[in-house]
């Protein structure tokens, strides 16, 4: 039973760019989380996604945006990249709230 | 969301007991205690998580208050694997990640 998986692993965008980040949940889970954790802290809430629709928000500006498919699969996509937005991004899925499963993430560094 | 205080840091000799403390006093009635570890550079994984009773599964123990106003994690016999930082959180839906305990378990 394969667990989340993320793609890809690793990226490299300049300041400006957009960049789109993918999550497939583990098995049997609907609801997709997205976490954004720099060099030495812990993960930071960006925004949930169940039935397709963005269900909670941390404090995240717009440029973060994201969007889940009938499968319940998500996309994260950050416009306007900034040098601070290099981060470990990592997505968790879950069902009905608890036991959330965390992938490996996508390093993403902003040059 | 309640917020929760950990330790920064913690050390335990391999084959002991660790027992990492949360606070979380203002911990509301339908807010579950959640435990994860997270290993250098991976995702965090998760160790248990419960209301009101004590749980305990094969990685772990979490032991809360009548008051649930604090938990503690219980590794019954750390291993070098262990080492890691452990975060408590408290939450109803989504995960609010702190600062977490980093625990070195020495040989």
């Known amino acids: 039973d394969a667990g989340v998986t993320q793609s890809p692993t690793h990226l490299i965008k300049t300041r400006g760019q957009q960049v789109t980040l993918r999550c497939s949940p583990k098995?049997?889970?609907?609801?997709v989380s997205w976490y954004q954790q720099a060099l030495g802290q812990g993960p930071q809430f960006i925004f949930q996604?169940?039935?397709?629709?963005?269900?909670q928000r941390g404090n995240f500006p717009d440029r973060f945006s994201g969007h889940q498919f009938p499968n319940y699969s998500s996309e994260l996509n950050v416009n306007a990249l900034l040098l601070g937005d290099s981060a470990l991004y990592l997505c968790?899925?879950?069902?009905?709230?608890?036991?959330?499963?965390f992938g490996s993430g996508t390093r993403l560094t902003v040059v | 969301d309640a917020k929760t205080t950990q330790p920064t840091s913690m050390d335990c000799a391999e084959g002991r007991a660790a027992n990492l403390p949360c606070n979380h006093s203002?911990?509301?009635?339908?807010?579950?205690v959640y435990w994860y570890r997270q290993i250098h550079s991976q995702g965090p994984q998760y160790i248990i998580h419960?209301?009101?009773n004590n749980e305990t599964n094969e990685m772990a123990s979490l032991i809360i208050t009548e008051d649930r106003k604090s938990s503690t994690l219980i590794l019954p016999h750390a291993t070098l694997r262990d080492t890691a930082v452990y975060y408590c959180?408290?939450?109803?839906?989504?995960?609010?990640f702190g600062s977490g305990t980093r625990l070195q378990v020495q040989p």
């Open positions: 968790a899925s879950s069902s009905d709230g608890t036991g959330y499963t």
């Open positions: 098995s049997g889970h609907d609801t």
């Open positions: 996604y169940y039935e397709e629709e963005e269900r």
């Open positions: 203002t911990i509301s009635g339908n807010e579950y």
């Open positions: 419960g209301l009101k």
């Open positions: 959180i408290v939450s109803r839906r989504a995960l609010t």
